[in-house]
């Protein structure tokens, strides 16, 4: 049995050409984040209605030694998992909708916390803490927004919730959602992929995009990074 996870990022938001730090802010998806993600929830019932035969035919089955894939078709969703900010939510819901499903919020997927950095755009926080952001950019996981959450902090509460979420799920033929942020798909996929977390902005997370983690016997395999379809 192979459990998919389809991890999102939101659509964009308003007020997205400011090019700010949203963190903890709650901000609404705008008319044209809807229709981002609107374009990924087609590609999601797209590939569910062909990845049981994808899997069926992929090497890994010889890697993993997995005889006890079925001969059928995971056509919905079994759960979509959201973070509580009304952004992820709305996304959340939109991709739920073909499954029939209601969105399962969970706090931990929420984004980082910036500190006093919210709500000031790139270039403000650049002109304002140019030290802090340089250390920043440079290696996320020894420098933090001030007063905001360290990427530990942040790591530590994301991932407890995923692994408990696809050890509920795991040796099942299952496809799962869940629908976050970039800094919390960041740190999904470093987690996934064994890749040190001060390398966290070397994965790129667009709006709307969409990847695709599979969990195989022996570990999981990405089969698609930041897939955009818009």
Not at 7 to 33: A, F, N, Q, W
Not at 106 to 113: A, D, G
Not at 186 to 202: A, K, M
């Amino acid at each position: 049995m192979v459990t998919t996870l389809y991890l999102v990022r939101h659509g964009e938001t308003e007020g997205y050409e400011m090019k700010c730090y949203k963190g903890s802010i709650d901000v609404p998806l705008s008319s044209k984040g809807i229709e981002q993600i609107k374009k990924s929830s087609a590609f999601i019932n797209a590939h569910l209605s062909q990845s049981a035969l994808l899997r069926r035919r992929s090497y890994l089955n010889d890697i993993h030694e997995n005889s006890s894939l079925q001969e059928i078709n995971v056509s919905s969703l079994s759960t979509v998992y959201s973070s509580p900010l009304s952004r992820a939510v709305r996304s959340a819901e939109i991709i739920a909708v073909p499954s029939g499903l209601t969105p399962v919020k969970i706090s931990e997927f929420r984004e980082r916390s910036f500190g006093i950095w919210e709500g000031l755009t790139f270039l403000e926080i650049k002109d304002k803490y140019p030290v802090e952001f340089a250390n920043w950019a440079d290696n996320p996981l020894k420098y933090s927004p001030p007063e905001g959450e360290n990427t530990i902090e942040v790591r530590d509460r994301v991932i407890k919730a995923v692994e408990e979420i696809i050890d509920k799920h795991k040796g099942r033929d299952e496809s799962i959602a869940i629908v976050a942020h970039g800094g919390v798909n960041r740190i999904i996929l470093c987690h996934f992929l064994g890749i040190p977390l001060e390398h966290i902005f070397r994965i790129e997370q667009d709006n709307a995009a969409v990847n695709i983690i599979e969990f195989w016997s022996k570990y999981p395999v990405v089969k698609l990074l930041n897939g955009v379809f818009y």
